[in-house]
């Protein structure tokens, strides 16, 4: 089994040297949004990816019964079964969860680029990264040949409604953290949306 915990020595490592190689370059506010974005990504995959079953025993038995993900390609049909469902837990754990996991990422990725991103560019930021997630999770699926985690067009659909969430809250609270972050392009639209 590939824990999560096994996750965090190289993410370390690899972040300590990129921290090397940047901290006299950038502002100390930028590096420290970098930063947070850079664990935040280290935290999606060890959520998305992690423990990986690679014990050939675990994993004929897991097939054996049956334990298999089923891939989704049918929108919202898993969204309808896990509220069906009628557990406010499930509901709270796998929307909520699905929800929250890219919504710091559109709330931070737009304060550290130099480009304008708009709605449409986050949209099409927060969609790319849960399609790799989501192919990912396949790819690894069909490399263990046993689906441990399920390509689901609908988490596809929460993630990215996270982030757009992420994108729309510094939009509303931009005026507030303008004091100590500038993001250039928000100056002249402060008040949209």
Do not use: W
């Not at 019964?65 to 469902?85: A, E, T, W």
């Not at 304008?116 to 927060?126: A, T």
């Not at 659909?157 to 509303?172: A, C, V």
């Amino acid at each position: 089994m590939i824990l999560k915990r096994m996750v965090l020595p190289p993410a370390l490592i690899i972040y300590i040297i990129l921290f090397l190689g940047t901290y006299k370059k950038t502002s100390k506010q930028k590096l420290f949004i970098v930063s947070m974005i850079y664990f935040i990504s280290v935290f999606i995959i060890m959520m998305t990816f992690f423990p990986i079953p690679v014990d050939h025993g675990l994993l004929e038995y897991n097939r054996n019964m049956g334990l298999q993900c089923i891939n989704n390609l049918v929108p919202f049909r898993m969204i309808y079964h896990i509220i069906k469902s009628e557990s406010v837990i499930v509901v709270i754990y796998q929307i909520g969860g699905n929800l929250m996991l890219l919504f710091p990422l559109g709330y931070l990725i737009p304060i550290v680029t130099d480009k304008k991103i708009d709605l449409k560019r986050i949209i099409l930021i927060m969609f790319c990264i849960t399609f790799c997630i989501e192919n990912m999770q396949f790819i690894i699926g069909q490399i263990l040949n046993f689906n441990y985690r399920c390509f689901d067009v609908d988490d596809m659909i929460l993630n990215t409604s996270g982030g757009i969430l992420g994108y729309l809250m510094l939009k509303k609270t931009y005026h507030i953290i303008r004091k100590y972050i500038k993001i250039p392009y928000f100056e002249n639209e402060i008040n949209i949306i």
